[in-house]
């Protein structure tokens, strides 16, 4: 079994970039200020906050718009799917990125 690296919370690289988006951006801005080593824990908690607190705040204006709050549910489970795809490939030691906001995050790190 191959050694993972560690990251400087002393978790295995892979579990923290997990835990980054196990609570959304909460967890994906508390790595950010707290991992200072691991590039790969860092790029994981910089897609997370900009991808879920983007939906969220999409989310939060299309509530309050009559008829295209009808887009609140879709992007709920659009936003659930993304979630879980992003937590299995950190997990599996993935340096996975999304299309867009991918790029941002491995610029910012």
Known sequence: MEEREKSSTGLDENVAGFLCYLVGFITGIVFLVVEKKSSFVRFHAMQSTITFLGLFVIMGVI??????????????????????????????GQRYALPVVGKMAGEKV
């Open 63 to 92: 509530s309050f718009i009559p008829i295209i709050n009808l887009l609140v549910v879709p992007l709920w489970i659009l936003g659930l799917i993304l979630w879980l795809i992003l937590m299995v490939k950190a997990l599996q």
